[in-house]
């Protein structure tokens, strides 16, 4: 009786052991994560909005995860190539992606892209937002909106506006400048917000609109001259600089965020662990005041305040698309 006492109770450990992947998959449970380095695909060129965020956030991250953050840019084609890398990747939380606006702007940009901005993302949180800004060369004779439009109309097509590429959020936005204000300014792109902003304190450009985190370097030196935020309030880093809206052209808002998505059907506690881990880290007193400091107001949104807030996006800027004409293919 011992003997077959014994053999039940194997038997039932035995059962147990094994039943316990099926248990814990029921209970929604996942294995240790992280276990291996994260590689984080920033799809745009270093020195950027979004790369400079996302450099500021990962070391901490890294500390909290207990896995090192590894950026990865991977520019291209106004962020489609990197983001199709994230899109394609296996949805086990060790390949991310750090964004911007031009994520939700690019569905309604490109006819045919190789993922679907919604379904293919799960979405983790919005770093934060920031306005962009109109900056000009200082050898412009201009030191206002109202001078700029007034040189801009003597001189239609004479000014020349950098970007961060065709259809991406600065060209985007400048020709919703052009429309609202009833002027034409040519187009100038280049490959990422770096490189424009080297052409515009060249004097190879004239005016661009980039975000404020990046021009406040710029600004402090004197290399560039700010002419208005493009937010319906002004921006706490810049509050001597009015707003496009108070400069004259009523309405004017457009307004970037910077996010971190994941591969869709990443497990949920991946994502949870992940916008935990994000979300205190942007709370951090140190952290918090560096993004203070580059304009950044702090954001935070649960995933799927960030899937409202992409198809929002899709709406709003959907209809600037079709009634500017603008396309990138």
Not at 17 to 40: F, N
Not at 112 to 125: C, G, K, N, Q, Y
Not at 269 to 296: C, F, H, S
Request: charged share 15%; proline share 8%; net charge positive.
């Amino acid at each position: 009786m011992k003997g077959a006492g014994y053999k039940f109770g194997l038997c039932t450990l035995m059962g147990s052991v094994l039943l316990t992947p099926l248990w814990a998959s029921a209970q929604g449970t996942t294995p240790a994560y992280p276990t291996r380095p994260i590689r984080a695909i920033v799809p745009f060129p270093a020195g950027g909005g979004i790369d400079t965020v996302i450099r500021i956030l990962g070391p901490k991250m890294s500390e909290s995860l207990g896995q090192q953050l590894i950026i990865d840019n991977r520019a291209g084609a106004s962020g489609t190539l990197g983001t199709e890398v994230v899109a394609k990747s296996a949805p086990d939380g060790y390949t991310l992606l750090g964004t911007f606006s031009s994520h939700s702007q690019n569905q309604i940009l490109y006819r045919s892209l190789p993922f679907d901005t919604v379904r293919d993302f799960a979405s983790i949180t919005v770093f934060g937002t920031v306005p962009n800004i109109l900056v000009s060369n200082p050898s412009l004779p201009v030191k206002s909106v109202k001078e700029l439009v007034a040189l801009a109309k003597r001189r239609p097509g004479d000014i020349l506006y950098a970007s961060i590429g065709p259809a991406s959020p600065s060209h985007l936005t400048a020709e919703l400048f052009n429309s609202m204000a009833g002027v034409k300014t040519t187009h100038v792109p280049y490959k990422g917000a770096a490189p424009s902003l080297v052409a515009l304190v060249s004097g190879e450009t004239q005016i661009t609109f980039t975000t404020v985190l990046v021009a406040v370097p710029y600004l402090k030196a004197n290399r560039l001259r700010a002419l208005a935020v493009t937010s319906l309030k002004r921006s706490s880093a810049l509050p001597e600089v009015p707003t496009l809206d108070e400069a004259g052209i009523p309405g004017f808002d457009s307004t970037a965020w910077w996010g971190l998505l994941a591969p869709a059907k990443t497990p949920k506690p991946i994502i949870d662990r992940l916008y935990n881990v994000t979300t205190a880290t942007m709370k951090l007193p140190e952290i918090r005041a560096r993004l203070d400091q580059l304009g950044a107001e702090p954001a935070g949104h649960t995933p799927e305040a960030f899937d409202q807030l992409i198809r929002d996006d899709i709406a709003k800027w959907g209809k600037v698309v079709k009634a500017l004409g603008i396309t990138a293919d």
